[in-house]
């Protein structure tokens, strides 16, 4: 696997735009990832990188609601 990140960015990509598959990671994080990946690897690795996702994943929801707040704010004032 030659750019984790990249996986990581492809497999939150995927995650987002199919609520079953967000379902399915939530369920078991480290198989899911491998189905999305398709490929064999070391579970050691696999958790990586599902850690790796759940840590962007989460990052992207905590950046949509400090947005959310932002704009209620803006109205504010």
Do not use: H, Q, W, Y
């Not at 379902?23 to 490929?39: A, C, I, Q």
């Not at 994943?57 to 707040?69: F, N, T």
């Amino acid at each position: 696997m030659d750019n984790v990140k990249e996986k990581i960015e492809e497999v939150v990509g995927k995650l987002k735009a199919d609520a079953g598959l967000m379902e399915n990671f939530k369920k078991d994080p480290v198989k899911t990832v491998e189905s999305l990946l398709g490929v064999d690897l070391p579970d050691d690795i696999l958790k990586k990188v599902a850690d790796g996702v759940k840590a962007k994943v989460s990052l992207d929801k905590l950046g949509d609601a400090a947005g959310g707040l932002k704009d209620k704010l803006k109205n504010l004032f």
